[in-house]
């Protein structure tokens, strides 16, 4: 009896603090969901709606009119069909660039880590150092690079770009992934009969999955958000989405359709915001392994 | 054939050499055992000879190949490591079939070695576990079965059980011999525990420092060793080491610090003749301190030692006391009654005494 009466006022006293410390988390998710809220009901209101000035009612006559408008036909400059091509666009960057920087990633891993050569320190400390430079600082030497290579203005320079840049943060990755990865079953598998590329495919990557998961999350979040990268080596018809919807939003045609803008926001976030749901806790669990291993 | 030849074999870092040279031949089928303390360059040796670490001098050669410049794969060699080293993703029958498979053998002929393996190491019923969910003798004995299958030239084992628990190390260190009976393969041990190495080896190769101490077969290098490295490192508990003098007074003695004079056995008086005179150091195996009833047999000395601490063992009892500050221990029997402060009289077996130069550390 005695057990169970000091049991429901250690409640009590918890139930108390819980109370605060939900309110305070209630709280600060309405200040962070707010504006993902009004984005989404302003983009499912009609303009006449909009012009009524209530920002936060819910839409009286919900329609899917400027998804579909932002969709397929928004004028961005002087073409009107929307954003469907520059969605595209950075479909076409974003996954050869996110897959080539971390395979180079996790193959600078597992020779900083495991097949050491001399200098493989100083190797690591110039890659991380690639990581510290701000994108500002390198805009007019990759400009010329890249024209010199004949890959201005095209997908294949940002996806080169995009590449170089992330190679830094993917290498850090995956060198303290495997740090902490036991040597003695790549001195196994050496043994055993593999060869660099087979230790690498048939041993060290089926133990990669959760760092994997983290670079994808990091890659993919980075280059579909990447702004300066795409506004300063592409142009016209081969903008990324993040430039396009910049474009949209500036494209003046006497009225200014918010809830097509507001559409066209919320397509161009929606892939990274599918990718955090799907893998999101993955994410925090890589993280913390590299964090506390490395 | 598959003979080991390591001829002035070096290793050498850019700030220390921890291998100097050694020179050691392995005979084809031979089960030869390297032990020494850590850091003697004993694991250092095997990874040569495996190919996972680069020789900076002098030459490997495995069955008449010179292999110093063959990678591991082509070194036609097995090895077991001391954290097994298993595949976590794979199951036991792939972790075992991995070799085979990178070696393109046909799928009849990798899972008849694997079945037939698994048989002698008792796996069969284990083959499509993961090794997440096999005990720490299950798995020692899958690094043992991938190394079978191979069915390679040598076999190399690093510290293969200190991973494991006293009692499982003893049924694993059978289990390896009896392999070794069942399929004779040239065989590298490396372990740094004297009883492994003892019970294992043909011959036991005792290193310190990055050298050769002393090669032989176990019985060998217990009764004879060669230096006080060797005389300290083979035997548990360990010899005993007394600073003694060597004296002549008309038949050789040796003489503790404390005045005890210990008669020499006439037939190897002549042997230590000329260290007369010489401060020495007296070797002797707890086993030849033990209670005085064969104080008659010749060469036996009586001595009275102040007990210290008794450790009763069941079989036998530990005694040790002290001599100018040193622990010393005896061996003697359950019966002999002994308790701390008081003297024990012990027999000194000087018949199997060992006289070492205290320069040169050699056994004379």
């Not at chain 1, 996110?98 to 193959?107: N, R």
């Not at chain 1, 087979?198 to 998961?213: C, V």
């Amino acid at each position: 009896m005695s057990g169970r009466v000091e049991g429901s006022m250690a409640g009590g006293g918890s139930a108390v603090s819980r109370v605060v410390i939900y309110g305070l988390l209630l709280v600060f998710a309405a200040i962070f969901l707010t504006p993902l809220f009004v984005m989404l009901i302003t983009s499912l209101k009609s303009l006449d709606e909009i012009r009524d000035g209530n920002m936060l009612s819910l839409p009286q006559s919900p329609t899917i009119a400027p998804w579909l408008s932002a969709w397929g036909t928004a004028c961005i400059g002087l073409t009107c069909n929307g954003i469907k091509g520059y969605f595209g666009n950075s479909i076409m960057m974003v996954v050869p660039a996110v897959a080539i920087s971390t395979i180079l990633g996790s193959l600078n891993g597992f020779v900083l880590t495991k097949f050491r050569f001399p200098g493989h320190k100083l190797i690591f400390a110039l890659m991380l150092f690639a990581c510290f430079i701000p994108f500002q600082a390198v805009l007019i030497p990759v400009a010329r690079v890249l024209g010199m290579v004949g890959l201005g203005n095209s997908i294949g320079g940002l996806i080169l770009v995009h590449v170089v840049y992330g190679l830094g943060f993917t290498t850090l990755f995956f060198r303290n992934y495997y740090e902490a990865f036991p040597t003695e079953l790549i001195r196994a598998a050496m043994i055993d009969g593999a060869g660099f590329f087979q230790i690498f495919r048939r041993i060290l990557l089926p133990a990669s999955g959760p760092i994997i998961i983290v670079t994808v999350i990091f890659q993919f979040t980075n280059i579909w958000n990447d702004f300066l990268f795409g506004s300063s080596f592409a142009s016209g018809d081969g903008v990324p989405m993040t430039v396009a919807l910049n474009n949209l939003v500036n494209t003046s045609t006497g009225v200014k359709e918010y809830n097509v803008d507001m559409a066209a926001a919320m397509i161009a976030a929606l892939p990274t915001l599918l990718v955090y749901v799907v893998a999101g806790r993955y994410f925090v669990r890589g993280l913390m392994a590299g964090a506390v291993k490395g | 054939m598959a003979e080991v030849s390591i001829r002035k074999v070096e290793k050498a870092y850019e700030t220390y050499k921890a291998v100097h040279g050694i020179d050691l031949e392995i005979a084809d089928k031979e089960f030869v055992v390297l032990v020494g303390p850590s850091g003697c360059g004993k694991s250092t040796t095997l990874r040569m000879v495996a190919g996972l670490e680069e020789i900076t001098g002098g030459e490997i050669w495995i069955g008449g190949d010179l292999v110093n410049d063959v990678p591991p794969r082509d070194r036609d060699i097995a090895m077991v490591f001391q954290n097994y080293a298993l595949y976590p993703h794979m199951t036991v029958f792939d972790n075992m079939a991995f070799g085979l498979k990178l070696r393109k053998f046909p799928r009849e002929e990798i899972k008849k070695r694997v079945d037939d393996a698994a048989r002698i190491l008792d796996l069969t019923t284990l083959l499509d576990r993961r090794p997440k969910a096999l005990s720490g003798g299950q798995r020692q004995r899958v690094a043992m079965g991938r190394a079978i299958v191979r069915n390679p030239r040598v076999f190399l084992f690093d510290e293969p059980l200190s991973n494991l628990d006293a009692k499982l190390r003893v049924q694993m260190r059978t289990e390896i011999k009896k392999v070794h009976q069942t399929i004779p393969t040239t065989t590298v041990y490396v372990t740094h525990d004297q009883i492994e190495a003892m019970t294992l080896a043909d011959r036991v190769v005792v290193m310190n420092f990055g050298r050769i101490e002393q090669v032989g077969p176990p019985q060998e290098l217990y009764h004879n060793p060669a230096t006080r490295f060797v005389a300290g490192f083979i035997g548990s508990p360990a010899m005993n080491f007394f600073p003694v003098k060597v004296t002549n007074e008309g038949g050789l003695y040796v003489q503790w610090p404390g005045g005890v004079k210990l008669a020499v056995p006439p037939q190897r008086a002549n042997r230590y003749a000329p260290y007369a005179g010489k401060e020495m150091t007296l070797g002797l195996r707890p086993e030849h301190l033990t209670e005085t009833h064969d104080i008659e047999k010749p060469g036996v000395v009586r001595i009275e030692v102040p007990v210290d601490v008794v450790e009763p063992m069941g079989m036998e009892t530990m005694v040790h006391f002290l001599v100018n500050g040193e622990e010393m221990t005896a061996r003697v029997d359950p019966a002999t009654h002994a308790a701390p402060g008081e003297m024990l009289p012990l027999a000194a077996d000087m018949n199997n005494m060992h006289l070492i130069d205290n320069e040169s550390n050699k056994v004379v």
